[in-house]
């Protein structure tokens, strides 16, 4: 898709013609992948699998600039973030070198004024700014002050990794992040030529492990935590953020060998979806008191092995699975919010984000 072609369109013509573009583990990350994958969603809500769209090393997230025709991925292997040109079809391009990430790179996002990048590290907590051109190449890298734990009264003699997750686009320009090391959120101000400066941090109860955010169309934010499977609710409070609700990610509980994954909002934010590893299921919770409050209702098989993200498109909701290589669809009811069975299945090689262009 040229950046030409990004022209308003109605939702039908959207869900008609829209690319997902898979994050992916390759060889060097124990998947079966070749680089950034490309999917076709059709108006039926099934899915094509288009091959692959550029050979990448286990690009495991991908991000997509707000206007212009550039996805970005992490390297999670070879620790570096790398931005691509969408050519034609389903064809991404580099564009210039990699830049250096840290270990275990495991996640990127794009500001939505096409500003900067944000990539953060799992395996040595590092979070991490890119700035960006008018084409959208990466032009300055800046490390973010690392973390520190809140929680190091109870491992004194273990000083605990900090292991910086995913990143999310607040409001009003502020960039929130989480670290599953040491159980914070920390919410961040952009300053240019500097990157991200501290703003403050919520502190999550020890071990929880926050992962994954949703934004509530009301500001508050969705944290799933990956140890514990909970799912909490933070509010902005005249400019800072503070710990409003904690409940159970799931209806039946967490079972053994269980990790939360991913959790995304439906149609107007009435619901939201948590992915649980494991017992491989779907979760559906139901959004109350305007946005502070996050119940289960039902509990699903996801339809398939290792749910390690999903997304809602419409009345579509698609969960990649890493280990099953597949993304199946379920149609979600208007009403309950609740998917029926599985509608359709497409194979994909280890997908591990499915992510709309545009």
């Known amino acids: 898709m040229t950046s030409a072609s990004r022209t308003p369109a109605t939702n039908s013509q959207v869900l008609s013609t829209a690319i997902i573009w898979t994050g992916a583990y390759t060889p060097d990350g124990g998947g079966r992948a070749e680089g950034i994958g490309a999917l076709r969603a059709n108006g039926d809500g099934s899915l094509e699998w288009l091959g692959t769209a550029v050979k990448a090393q286990s690009p495991s997230f991908v991000a997509v600039h707000?206007?212009?025709?550039v996805v970005y991925a992490v390297a999670e292997q070879r620790k570096m973030v790398q931005a691509y040109r969408h050519v034609s079809g389903h064809t991404l391009e580099p564009i210039g070198a990699p830049w250096p990430a840290g270990e275990a790179t495991c996640h990127v996002a794009v500001d939505p004024h096409g500003r900067f990048v944000t990539a953060t590290c799992w395996g040595d907590g590092q979070v991490l700014l890119y700035e960006l051109d008018a084409d959208g190449g990466i032009t300055e890298r800046f490390a973010a002050a690392p973390s520190t734990d809140p929680h190091s009264v109870h491992s004194p003699e273990e000083p605990r990794q900090g292991r910086a997750h995913?990143?999310?686009?607040l409001q009003g320009g502020r960039v929130m992040t989480t670290d599953l090391g040491h159980d914070t959120l920390r919410i961040w101000t952009y300053k240019p030529g500097t990157g991200l400066v501290a703003d403050h941090e919520v502190v999550l109860p020890f071990g929880s492990g926050p992962r994954h955010l949703a934004l509530h169309p009301g500001g508050n934010v969705f944290v799933v935590s990956e140890y514990s499977i909970e799912v909490f609710v933070v509010r902005p409070e005249a400019g800072t953020f503070e710990l409003v609700f904690r409940g159970p990610a799931t209806q039946g509980g967490a079972m053994d060998g269980?990790?939360?994954a991913e959790?995304?909002?439906?149609?107007g934010g009435a619901f939201a979806y948590a992915g649980v590893r494991g017992s491989n299921r779907i979760s559906v919770l139901e959004v109350g008191s305007n946005g502070s409050e996050l119940l289960p209702v039902?509990?699903?098989?996801?339809?398939g092995d290792w749910p390690r993200h999903h997304l809602v498109r419409g009345p579509w909701l698609h969960v990649a699975h890493e280990r099953s290589d597949n993304v199946a669809t379920f149609a979600l009811d208007p009403k309950t919010g609740l998917p029926g069975p599985v509608v359709h299945s497409v194979e994909t090689p280890s997908p591990t984000a499915l992510v709309p262009n545009g």
């Open 66 to 69: 707000p206007t212009l025709p």
């Open 166 to 169: 995913t990143s999310l686009m």
């Open 263 to 267: 959790i995304c909002l439906g149609p």
């Open 258 to 260: 269980d990790s939360a």
């Open 298 to 303: 039902q509990d699903l098989a996801s339809g």
